[in-house]
Antibody, heavy 117, light 107 residues
Framework: EVQLVESGGALVQPGGSLRLSCAAS????????MHWVRQGPGKGLVWVSR????????DYADSVKGRFTISRDNARTTLYLQMNSLRVEDTAVYYC??????????WGQGTQVTVSS | DIQMTQSPSTLSASVGDRVPITCRAS??????LAWHQQKPGKAPKLLIY???TLETGVPSRFSGSGSGTEFTLTISSLQPDDFATYYC?????????FGQGTKVEIK
């Protein structure tokens, strides 16, 4: 069974940093591109970042470019999102998602990030 | 970026009703469209991909149609478990974009 379990969400002050993790199991992690998608309070889904299967290629939404870094450890089957210079508008539930034939097919349960003073 | 627009934003329906949800893309995305279901406090769940292909394990009362810029998700006979929010999502571009969601409520 495919499982994606996010962790690392917390309450942080504006300007602070946080690292999210997504532990994957039930599939060959190193064969799949992975994504982060976020959902602000009462809002819709917004794509954040993606990484290719071996970690050599990454892409970011303009809103997080230069502040967030996606990475992965295929030996630990874990995806990461390093978030720096956090802003109030980054407040959201962050989901990791597995990509299959170009689209997200499995999602984690999400981890809450709250940026507030 | 490709903009996705869903209608309606909210829909009130009864068990057994046929429910159509429309999604429009701001440019041609061929059939690179997925539909996801989300229940409160839960992760999204993939229902349909490539506009009309049912994901394994998804009930056959769900169906998808369309290509280019106009798409429809149809629930043929609404069941109690189907009250949720539905999102369309384009993957023609790696910059995934989602519709704003359609909340299906009990009438």
């Amino acid at each position: 069974e495919v499982q994606l379990v996010e962790s690392g969400g917390a309450l942080v002050q504006p300007g602070g940093s946080l690292r999210l993790s997504c532990a994957a199991s039930g599939f060959t992690f190193s064969n799949h591109w992975m994504h982060w998608v976020r959902q602000g309070p009462g809002k819709g889904l917004v794509w954040v970042s993606r990484i290719d299967a071996d970690g050599s290629s990454t892409d970011y939404a303009d809103s997080v470019k230069g502040r967030f870094t996606i990475s992965r450890d295929n030996a630990r089957t874990t995806l990461y999102l390093q978030m720096n210079s956090l802003r109030v508008e980054d407040t959201a539930v962050y989901y990791c998602a597995r990509e299959r034939v170009g689209m997200p097919d499995y999602w984690g349960q999400g981890t809450q990030v709250t940026v507030s003073s | 970026d490709i903009q996705m627009t869903q209608s309606p934003s909210t829909l009130s329906a009864s068990v057994g009703d046929r429910v159509p949800i429309t999604c429009r893309a701001s440019q041609n995305i061929s059939t690179w469209l997925a539909w996801h279901q989300q229940k409160p406090g839960k992760a999204p769940k993939l229902l349909i991909y490539k506009a009309s292909t049912l994901e394994t394990g998804v009930p056959s009362r769900f169906s998808g149609s369309g290509s280019g810029t106009e798409f429809t998700l149809t629930i043929s006979s609404l069941q109690p478990d189907d009250f949720a929010t539905y999102y369309c999502q384009q993957y023609n571009s790696y910059l995934y974009t989602f519709g704003q969601g359609t909340k299906v409520e009990i009438k």
